[in-house]
């Protein structure tokens, strides 16, 4: 693929958005229902063709119904001007239940998340990597049998993944407890398969990494952000640096990249096209 190719798909990557219920700021501070009305401000204002919304988890801080049903009243409407589906996947502060009744998905109140949407030829996994009550990530037998199938026939565009914890280390000590756990099951099922870009959140800052030969994107908080430090400093989590992402599909490479969610003083504009005799 030549360099200057256009995409198949765009896909918007949103994550950790922590809502309370009422909309109270998280830890007393935190305003991030604006947070998340300013990212879907931000994804908009891009003008960019969008096939899908995936959210990767840690939607409500609390697993509260109205905290879901105040993030759905915030997305769906951006998701339907956009005329995209939205791909919703649970994380470890999220409870199944009141997530499935609030973002009025259906299904069993205390069954795992997991579901397969298509968007042109694209497949997008979401896999719930909850483990209710614990903050840690992990995968049962069944949720491992059921990707198998689910991949048993390549998409004509391939494959993503999304799901909350990421199967990468973090350099953050605290957070090292809190990774999946099903990391050797999970390589022996897509290895070798159809999937192109793993997306995941948790972290609550934008790392990257490999795994099972498959380049995994990590989305920073639109809550607050986690400082990357030495380890013996702890977890620092600051108001600022919030942020969404895009990941643009081409025919043989995927590019995942960060968009702040806050408006900056522009310094430099060049019009459409002002390279292109260069």
């Not at 990707?147 to 999304?162: E, F, K, N, S, W």
């Not at 914890?165 to 099903?182: D, I, K, S, Y």
């Not at 022996?188 to 997306?199: M, Q």
């Amino acid at each position: 693929m030549p360099l200057g190719s256009t995409p198949t798909h765009v896909i918007a990557h949103i994550s950790d958005t922590h809502l309370l219920a009422g909309g109270l700021p998280l830890h007393g501070t935190v305003d991030t229902v604006g947070n998340l009305r300013r990212a879907l401000e931000r994804l908009e204002s891009t003008g960019l063709r969008i096939d899908a919304i995936v959210h990767t988890g840690d939607i409500a801080d609390l697993g509260e119904l109205d905290a879901y049903e105040r993030v759905r009243a915030a997305v769906a409407p951006v998701a339907e001007r956009l005329g995209c589906p939205v791909v919703w996947v649970a994380g470890n502060h999220d409870v199944r239940g009141p997530l499935r009744q609030g973002l009025q998905l259906g299904g069993d109140p205390g069954s795992p998340l997991d579901t397969v949407t298509e968007v042109g030829g694209l497949r997008i996994i979401g896999l719930d990597t909850s483990v209710p009550g614990q903050p840690h990530g992990d995968l049962d037998d069944a949720q491992l049998e059921w990707v198998r199938d689910q991949l048993a026939a390549p998409a004509p565009h391939g494959t993503i993944i999304a799901l909350h914890h990421p199967p990468v280390e973090t350099v953050v000590h605290e957070l090292q407890t809190l990774q999946l756990r099903a990391t050797d099951r999970l390589r022996a099922v897509i290895e070798g398969s159809d999937v192109r870009k793993i997306l995941a959140g948790h972290f609550h800052y934008a790392t990257s990494g490999g795994f099972a030969g498959i380049g995994v994107s990590v989305a920073t908080a639109t809550s607050y952000t986690i400082k990357v430090e030495a380890p013996d400093r702890g977890l620092t989590g600051v108001d600022g640096g919030q942020a969404i992402a895009v990941l643009h599909v081409y025919d043989d490479d995927t590019v995942h990249s960060g968009l702040p969610i806050d408006d900056h003083r522009q310094v430099v504009h060049l019009p459409y096209g002002f390279f292109d005799n260069y």
